[in-house]
């Protein structure tokens, strides 16, 4: 058992995308060889982002909802010529807080060296 980062439980974590999975699914169908590679080793193909326990269940499915959001009405519209504007809403402000929160946790938490940390 561990803390939840965001409602600080402690429960069982799930294992948690630090960027969005829709972003890697994205990169992979549009790359020239279907694949992307690891940062810190461009010879090593991946399959998904960077996934660590962090979250509980419940802040996963909270945090899913606004991706599904930002994935289906303004990110995949947008790359397939769909919409050229969109409005700034809660739920984009609240996508865009979720995404900046993994990222910053998970880097200020992993990052040794003072830099930080690569995401795949």
């Excluded at 940062?39 to 660590?52: A, C, F, L, S």
């Excluded at 979250?55 to 050229?84: A, M, R």
Aim: with cysteine; glycine share 4%; charged share 25%.
């Amino acid at each position: 058992m561990d803390k939840c980062r965001l409602c600080g439980r402690e429960t069982v974590l799930e294992l948690s995308h630090i960027l969005p999975k829709f972003i890697f699914k994205y990169a992979k169908s549009t790359s020239l060889t279907g694949h992307i590679r690891a940062t810190e080793n461009p010879n090593r193909i991946v399959q998904d982002g960077k996934k660590v326990p962090f979250l509980c269940k419940e802040c996963e499915t909270l945090f899913s909802g606004w991706e599904s959001y930002f994935s289906q009405n303004i990110f995949h519209p947008y790359q397939n010529d769909e919409k050229v504007s969109f409005n700034y809403d809660y739920r984009l402000s609240k996508f865009l807080s979720s995404v900046s929160f993994r990222v910053l946790l998970y880097s200020f938490e992993n990052d040794k060296d003072g830099f930080l940390i690569i995401l795949f």
